[in-house]
């Protein structure tokens, strides 16, 4: 087996968590573990079903704190573990080198991995304007947690991190009206974290590299910055070439969602200072 630990948090993830799991076995981890935090939709008759350990723990308002709860309380006892939410999945390609790689030896040094961030929406997959993203999703025990933020988390691992050759899918199957629903409740905390970074002179002084990218973003004129933003994503970084599903991809969560953004920052201008 590979000496990996997969951690996968979960609401109602009925429709994902099957599939999620089923791409995962060839991976042949040592550990699998399903934190719920919503009554089940059938996602913990399936995760059992599967063999996977499942827990509950009531949601604590941000996916960071829950993820760092994780790692804290679970009876994790692998070198590495995999971050993964329901609605992702591994390429065939990535769990082939990754089975390898972690028992070759040619990672002695190394504490952390990116993988690369691919994504299909609406029956699409895309491949242009938002191409090129890399995550930190695997890491050796006790060496990463993720940052307490609202907004972005992203792994922090003590010790050297690198480029792994591998990929991973963000593919949705939920409804449109569902995607929009969620982002309307990730455009308010989006807006109270950049109010957050605005406000705090020790995150100005220090930015994480997450940081650094929404602090040149936020320092254009509201509104506009989603425009130039979209314009970028679509026209420059040639989004248009991936058909109907680049347009709906890079209109929707490049102009829509950050144009909501900035209205949900600027409601919060009447009783905060923000950007």
Not at 46 to 66: D, R, S
Not at 160 to 178: M, R
Not at 183 to 205: C, T, V, W
Request: aromatic residues 12%; proline residues 3%.
């Amino acid at each position: 087996m590979t000496d990996i630990a997969v951690v996968i948090l979960v609401g109602q993830e009925g429709l994902h968590i099957r599939r999620c799991l089923e791409r995962l076995q060839s991976l042949e981890p040592r550990q699998v573990f399903v934190v719920e935090s919503q009554p089940s939709d059938g996602t913990h008759e399936i995760a059992v079903e599967m063999g996977a350990f499942t827990v509950f723990n009531k949601w604590p308002g941000l996916y960071a704190i829950q993820f760092n709860w994780a790692l804290d309380n679970l009876p994790i006892e692998t070198k590495w573990v995999l971050r993964l939410d329901a609605d992702e999945y591994l390429t065939p390609e990535t769990i082939g080198r990754l089975k390898v790689a972690l028992e070759d030896g040619s990672l002695d040094d190394v504490n952390g991995l990116t993988l690369e961030l691919k994504r299909k929406f609406m029956g699409g997959e895309i491949h242009h304007g938002t191409n090129g993203i890399r995550l930190l999703r695997v890491w050796r025990f006790g060496k990463g947690r993720l940052e307490d933020r609202a907004m972005d988390e992203h792994a922090v691992v003590e010790g050297k991190v690198v480029d792994f050759e591998g990929a991973f899918y963000d593919d949705n199957l939920n409804s449109f009206e569902w995607w929009q629903q969620k982002h309307r409740g990730y455009a308010k905390r989006e807006a109270m974290d950049a109010i957050s970074l605005f406000n705090n002179p020790e995150r100005l002084k220090n930015p994480s590299a997450t940081d650094r990218k929404k602090i040149k973003y936020y320092r254009l004129p509201r509104y506009l910055r989603a425009l130039a933003y979209f314009f970028l994503r679509y026209v420059v970084k040639r989004g248009f070439l991936d058909g109907r599903a680049g347009w709906r991809w890079h209109f929707w969560q490049g102009l829509w969602y950050r144009w909501i953004v900035d209205r949900e920052i600027g409601r919060m201008r009447m009783t905060n200072n923000a950007v």
